[in-house]
């Protein structure tokens, strides 16, 4: 579907110089001389650049729809990440680069969401949360207590995230996998 190029927003796929590109931030400029633009920020999905371009109105571009489809995690193998198929049991291979800094959160038996292109996956959407168990944390620093600081603490996949002072070594905690902070404890 093509869209105008003041029509980009946030989280769009787009077919860009012969590559398919995510859309990561958007600015609306309007100079005093000449015409307004579109600044938009992207990624590429296949082999993770970053580029920035300006679109006029004028400009079209055109928008993709990606297939989801649900996957279980199975194990890795070498530099690919195995993945099951709910409904076929098909197994597909994923090199684990596409997954960048969230592969440490990926656990066995993990329900994850691919994204297809032309039955290609091209992206691996985690869950926004999981449960993780605390292996290392700080001491409390006497005196910290009453303002509401929180401590270094190292989760069971070597992600280092600030926990409050009451969570200490062997809690399982919830923690949000992109923006790699505390939720809550696990119940």
Do not use: C
């Not at 680069?97 to 592969?103: A, F, L, R, T, V």
């Amino acid at each position: 579907m093509k869209i105008s190029g003041v029509d980009i927003r946030p989280g769009n796929i787009i077919e860009y110089d012969k590559g398919l590109w995510k859309v990561a931030k958007i600015q609306h400029t309007q100079p005093g001389k000449g015409g307004a633009y579109m600044q938009v920020e992207m990624k590429n999905l296949i082999d993770g650049r970053k580029t920035n371009v300006r679109f006029r109105s004028a400009d079209t571009v055109e928008k993709v729809r990606l297939d989801t489809k649900e996957f279980q995690y199975l194990y890795t193998d070498g530099d690919n990440l195995v993945f099951m198929d709910n409904e076929t049991y098909e197994q597909i291979f994923i090199a684990t680069s596409m997954m960048g800094e969230e592969i440490a959160f990926l656990q066995d038996g993990m329900q994850v969401t691919l994204e297809l292109y032309d039955e290609k996956p091209i992206s691996v959407q985690l869950p926004d949360q999981i449960e993780a168990e605390i292996v290392e944390a700080d001491a409390v620093v006497k005196g910290q207590t009453a303002s509401s600081s929180y401590k270094p603490a190292i989760l069971d996949n070597g992600v280092r995230v600030m926990v409050p002072p009451f969570i200490g070594a062997g809690t399982r905690i919830i923690v949000d996998v992109y923006a790699k902070e505390y939720v809550k404890k696990a119940e």
